[in-house]
């Protein structure tokens, strides 16, 4: 797919083997976590607009880059996409963090908003939208709907996993989000979990696996 970005590298694909096998704790899950969201990042920001400036070394003067463009907003869909805060943040720590609440109710299959807090003038910057999950694709469509109002300058998708029905929904909904992620998986179950997958993400982070 034309606007789908997988991360291939060797390390972090290692690191997705781990956050996988069911034995891995919460602890270590949400360490791991962490590790290959550094990835991702970098992933992510590979289009980010630079610009030369004039700056002295210890030994001559030189033009070097610089960020040229404000920092993106991050955006984690709450709780889960809150694993991914610790290394963005880091590595971006200039950015302001919105965030988006979202739940499925089941008898009406829809996707119900409960909490949204967004940064001002998002429309001077771009937006990483934050889950570490696209299982059927349908909270990620509803998130984007809710940020595209904002205008930003581009909106990024960017998860651990997805599944290659998840992942079709979400591009015939917004073909101009980019994805970045480790992996594509096969199907969904019953449960629209994703399989193989890893689980919950944020049963998995938080410990709460019944």
């Known amino acids: 797919m034309k606007d789908l970005h997988l991360v291939k590298n060797p390390l972090a694909l290692h690191k997705l083997s781990l956050l996988r096998k069911k034995e891995t704790p919460p602890s270590e899950f949400q360490r791991i976590m962490t590790e290959v969201s550094y990835f991702l990042c970098v992933k992510a920001t590979e289009n980010l607009l630079l610009e030369e400036k004039e700056i002295e070394t210890p030994l001559v003067k030189t033009k070097a880059p610089f960020l040229k463009e404000l920092s993106p907003v991050l955006i984690p869909i709450l709780r889960a996409g809150n ?92 073909p101009d989000v980019p994805v970045v992620t480790l992996s594509v998986d096969p199907k969904l179950d019953e449960k629209a979990y994703i399989v193989p997958g890893l689980g919950d993400a944020g049963d998995r982070i938080f410990g709460t696996t019944p």
């Open 83 to 174: 694993g991914f805060l610790e290394a963005f943040r880091t590595l971006l720590p200039n950015s302001p963090v919105g965030f988006i609440g979202l739940y499925r109710e089941e008898k009406a299959k829809t996707i119900v908003e409960y909490y949204k807090k967004l940064p001002e003038k998002m429309e001077k910057r771009r937006v990483f939208l934050l889950d570490p999950m696209l299982a059927t694709g349908k909270s990620a469509v509803a998130a984007v709907d809710l940020l595209k109002k904002e205008k930003p300058l581009e909106i990024i998708f960017v998860n651990l996993l997805a599944s290659r029905e998840g992942l079709s929904y979400f591009h015939e909904k917004h």
